[in-house]
């Protein structure tokens, strides 16, 4: 059976590459989603992934994500800081799910530093760039397949 993780990321992300290149980066979103497609493939998951500013549809991703994969990376983006309900439904997912954040949150603005989703997932990856997806793929892999 192939493990099937759903990567959702939120609010801004569609910007990578253009948005604050100094905090983000020159990598655009489809580069990172290329590249993680090659790392997936090269350890044998796949990988769905999504793009949205949308807290309505992450929920939706999530729900979907119940029924459909082994694993969740998220970025909820601004949605970080604030959504309750992307909290909850985070809380819900009986599955593996990492939190990754390409600046370090806790180096940023106060209203940055705090992750109310962060609670919810297994593990919190920040800071480490885009990188961080890579990791959390392969910490994924080891909380599914022990």
Do not use: C
Request: charged letters at 20%.
């Amino acid at each position: 059976m192939t493990v099937k993780v759903f990567v959702i990321n939120g609010a801004n992300l569609g910007l990578l590459g253009d948005r604050e290149p100094d905090k983000y980066g020159k990598q655009s979103l489809q580069q990172l989603e290329e590249a993680l497609q090659a790392e997936a493939e090269r350890l044998g998951v796949e990988l769905l992934m999504f793009q949205t500013d949308s807290e309505a549809r992450i929920l939706a991703l999530l729900h979907r994500a119940r029924h459909e994969a082994q694993g969740v990376i998220i970025n909820p983006g601004a949605h970080t800081h604030y959504s309750v309900a992307i909290r909850d439904a985070l809380a819900a997912l009986d599955i593996p799910k990492i939190e990754v954040h390409i600046t370090n949150i806790h180096a940023r603005e106060g209203f940055r530093s705090k992750s109310i989703t962060g609670s919810a997932v297994n593990g919190v990856i920040t800071g480490l760039g885009t990188v961080g997806y890579i990791l959390a793929i392969e910490a994924l892999l080891r909380m599914i397949k022990p």
